[in-house]
């Protein structure tokens, strides 16, 4: 029941913590509000940068490249 305990313990925290948050946007949102930025506007989403398949292979070749050193390295010392 120790357990039970804690985690409700554990929950409760968070809840406060959350509670303060939730004040703290709010806060923000006034304040935007009051220098007239639409405090409704969610943050806009980051676009997720592409990478091409010729990036994306250069990249996986130098990689190769890095462990077979690493591997090399490994089985000097071994052998």
């Known amino acids: 029941m120790k357990i039970l305990a804690a985690i409700r313990w554990e929950q409760r925290k968070l809840e406060k913590q959350v509670g303060k948050l939730q004040k703290q946007l709010d806060g ?5 509000k009051a220098l007239g930025n639409s405090a409704g506007r969610e943050a806009t989403k980051i676009k997720k940068r592409v990478l091409s398949e010729a990036g994306r292979a250069r990249i996986a070749k130098a990689a190769r490249k890095r462990w077979a050193k690493v591997r090399a390295r490994a089985k000097k010392a071994v052998g």
């Open 28 to 32: 923000v949102r006034a304040a935007a």
